[in-house]
């Protein structure tokens, strides 16, 4: 009887050991704590379905090439891209070539969102339970489709491409289909000893990507298993943080100027294609897909679907065949390669595990508690026989094999800045060579691989420069002050000579009282804004810029009387529609999630504004944020580790949660939350425990 008794003590002892934990805090946070990392998915599945579950199972209808099967005819020419890039069948190739282990954490993952699903039904929108049961293979899936069909290789991204070529051919504008186009990107610091004032490594994550339930929408996240204590955040449906922090390390990343996709113009004779002075046929395929009415019944359609060597066909008309080829469609191991670098703690560990080259794009940018920053322009470049930049970014001959790669550069051949003299890198989507001062030697690198020109983040990144420069030591508190600038860099390069041109009108009045801030109280930014949508001032700077003296570049006005004559109509726009020139930004200006609607701060890349929001909704005659600040962190890598983080539309996307809108009130305030990681200080801020 002893024995036995023994038996069920030990017995119930295992079981709750094992048993997960999830303690979310007041900001609707989870803090995952697991015996297991088996257990510690599962979690992380549960938790997700709880927050997002909505948004989640639309993303994985949308990645399984379904979508217009469970909701209807809106989301047919979605599913035709997911279906002619073969992204349900390449998802269950990944699945299967996953290390075993890994594998049954996505399979727990999919079975804690299946568990939520069925313990709380009603908590879910009747319409997206159609998707449920999800699998592993779901998991796999909507990170490739996001990421190789979305981020790179996007509906958009053909639209835009096929277009021009048929332009510069001087062909008929035919198209494919038009969708919205989204613009991603971030601002990301890493500060080493040398220019820190606590002399501990500092960092700073900062993605701009859009608000609202798509899938590049964020969630804050807590994981705690064996060997692994990670604060960060996974897109909806990614079972792994892309960006985070553990104890020891961490990385932000930014969309870098990668090109992982071409385009190829084939030589089309019958049903063959030419390559290398000869034909090849194409591979057909086809398939059928269900599109729901509105009473419920299905209808179909057959998608056929040819393929050429280089890949799909995603153009065929007029005589004009393009074929689409994407890098890292070879490399099943992404989301593995985001959790190694999770939980790395030290920099070789981090170099191990960018080593595994899964991830095709994302600059990294790493920092340590050893003292370590390193920034990686990570990604999968194709090796190129031939060509530059502005070579690749058109249409290529598809009729020889000079055109075609099969490889990629390797991590020891791309470019980075570890420990650099200047005591920091950063990155607001420039070229790599702009990533610390002095600035990387682009000779030493193929010309395909990136940009020679700073491009469109000029001002963002002139604007990072001088906030990273005009102090030797940075404090905690000045980098995540200056994180939060809403200085208008651009205003700062020609207000001097547009004031002197422009004399004493009421416009020149308000701009020369203007604080240059985009602060809510601000008054003369929104007629700056106004003017600056109407004069591209970068286009026609007196002194252009030059990457040896940026701070000391890019300024003035090459035509002050082309820009009077742009800011006259801008205060003549500015007073029609708000009844006078000084306005207040934040009245113009607004941040909305769930039931708050607020005054907003902070303004556009192309401004050279580092709190990067664009207001790009319009209601009436105000403007509501779509794109922008979303996670923000600064972290400080001290004996106590010094870290705050925002998420600027909330944690949850379900309906009626106020962790829809909770967080906006610290943006109006220019504020991050503190990250809890002590169970202790987990609890005395404790909205909810939950034992699964």
Not at 351 to 371: E, H, I, Q, R, V
Request: net charge neutral; glycine share 8%; proline share 6%.
């Amino acid at each position: 009887m002893r024995t036995l008794l023994l038996y069920f003590i030990l017995s119930a002892t295992c079981a709750s050991a094992a048993t997960p934990e999830i303690l979310w805090d007041k900001y609707g946070v989870p803090h995952i704590f697991a015996s297991d990392r088996e257990s510690m998915f599962y979690a992380e599945g549960w938790a997700q379905a709880q927050a997002q579950g909505n948004l989640l199972l639309l993303l994985y209808g949308e990645s399984r090439g379904r979508a217009a099967e469970y909701w209807g005819p809106s989301h047919l020419a979605l599913d035709r891209w997911v279906q002619l890039n073969e992204v349900p069948e390449r998802a269950k190739t990944w699945y299967d070539a996953q290390d075993p282990t890994f594998r049954k954490y996505m399979d727990a993952f999919a079975r804690g969102i299946n568990d939520y699903g069925k313990a709380h039904p009603d908590s879910i929108g009747a319409e997206y339970r159609v998707v449920l049961p999800v699998s592993g293979v779901d998991v796999i899936g909507h990170s490739l489709r996001a990421v190789h069909y979305m981020y790179m290789g996007s509906m958009e991204r053909a639209r835009r491409e096929v277009t021009a070529h048929l332009r510069s051919q001087q062909l008929a504008r035919t198209i494919l289909p038009e969708i919205p186009e989204i613009t991603p990107g971030s601002n990301t610091w890493a500060i080493g000893p040398p220019r820190s004032a606590s002399g501990k490594s500092m960092l700073i994550i900062n993605p701009h990507l859009a608000w609202g339930d798509t899938f590049y929408r964020y969630m804050e996240v807590h994981l705690v298993g064996p060997g692994y204590d990670l604060y960060g955040a996974p897109q909806i449906g990614f079972p792994t943080p892309i960006i985070g922090f553990n104890r020891r390390a961490g990385w932000g990343r930014t969309v870098n100027t990668i090109d992982t996709v071409d385009f190829y113009r084939l030589t089309v004779k019958g049903d063959q294609y030419e390559f290398d002075g000869k034909l090849r046929p194409f591979e057909h395929a086809s398939k059928t897909l269900k599109i729901k009415q509105p009473d419920g019944s299905l209808t179909e359609e057959k998608l056929e679907i040819l393929r050429s060597i280089q890949g799909p066909v995603v153009f065929n008309e007029k005589e004009v065949v393009i074929a689409m080829r994407v890098a890292g469609l070879d490399r099943p191991k992404m989301l593995e390669q985001w959790f190694r670098m999770g939980e790395a703690k030290n920099l070789e560990e981090f170099k191990t595990a960018l080593k595994m080259m899964s991830l095709p794009m994302w600059n990294a940018n790493y920092a340590d508690a050893d003292g370590h920053i390193m920034e990686v322009f990570d990604g999968l470049v194709p090796r190129r026989a031939t060509g530059d930049v502005k070579y690749w970014a058109g249409v290529v001959p598809g009729n020889t094999s000079k055109t075609m790669w099969t490889d990629y550069l390797s991590f020891d051949e791309l470019p980075k800045s570890l420990d650099p003299p200047s005591g920091f890198n950063q990155n607001v989507n420039e070229p790599p060579w702009f990533m610390t001062m002095p600035m990387l030697d682009m000779s030493k690198y193929p010309a395909y691989l990136s940009p020679p020109d700073v491009g469109a983040s000029l001002f963002r990144a002139k604007r990072s420069y001088r906030l990273l420069t005009e102090t030797s030591k940075i404090s905690y508190q000045q980098m995540v002050a200056n994180k939060l600038s809403t200085r208008v860099e651009i205003a700062d390069a020609v207000l001097p000579d547009l004031l002197k041109a422009a004399g004493d009108t009421e416009a020149a009045r308000v701009l020369a009282k203007w604080d240059r801030l985009t602060e809510t109280t601000s008054r003369g930014a929104v007629l700056f804004k106004i003017f600056a949508d109407k004069y591209r001032m970068e286009d026609h700077l007196r002194v252009k810029f030059d990457p040896q003296h940026p701070l000391d570049s890019a300024y003035g006005l090459a035509d002050p009387a082309a820009a009077v004559a742009a800011l006259n109509g801008a205060a003549d726009e500015c007073r029609k529609t708000y009844g006078s020139l000084d306005v207040a930004w934040g009245d113009v200006n607004r941040y909305a999630s769930g039931n708050a609607d607020l005054p907003g701060d902070g303004g556009s890349a192309r401004l050279g504004v580092f709190r990067t929001i664009d207001f790009g909704r319009k209601v009436g005659n105000r403007n509501y944020a779509t794109h922008g600040e979303t996670f923000v962190c600064g972290i400080e890598f001290a004996e106590k580790q010094n870290a705050q983080c925002a998420l600027s539309y909330g944690n949850f996307s379900q309906p009626g949660s106020k962790h829809l809108e909770d967080q906006l009130p610290l943006m109006v305030e220019k504020k991050l939350h503190p990250v809890w990681r002590e169970r202790k200080e987990i609890e005395a801020n404790l909205e909810k425990r939950e034992k699964l």
